[in-house]
């Protein structure tokens, strides 16, 4: 379990990099980040970044035995 762990917090530490990179690079419009083309460099950032971290959550309620 640790590793997919690790695994996880890597993928959210990339995704992270690459959303602040973008940002400084070129600003942010809130279409960026909520709505944008599927061309644009973060099409599809916020539903990944939050499958990842909630995939992270559940495994931290699984090592402690509780419930979310």
């Keep these: 379990m640790t590793s997919e762990k690790q695994?996880?917090?890597q993928s959210m530490l990339?995704?992270?990099k690459k959303f602040i990179s973008h940002e400084h690079e070129y600003g942010l419009?809130?279409?960026d980040y909520f709505a944008p083309d599927n061309e644009h460099p973060?099409?599809?950032y916020?539903?990944?970044y939050a499958e990842l971290?909630?995939?992270l959550i559940d495994l931290a309620h699984?090592?402690?035995s509780s419930k979310r």
Excluded: C, P, T, V
């Design 42 to 44: 973060l099409a599809g």
């Design 53 to 55: 971290a909630n995939r």
């Design 46 to 48: 916020s539903q990944e």
């Design 62 to 64: 699984e090592e402690k």
């Design 7 to 9: 695994k996880l917090i």
């Design 29 to 31: 419009a809130l279409q």
């Design 14 to 16: 990339e995704l992270q």
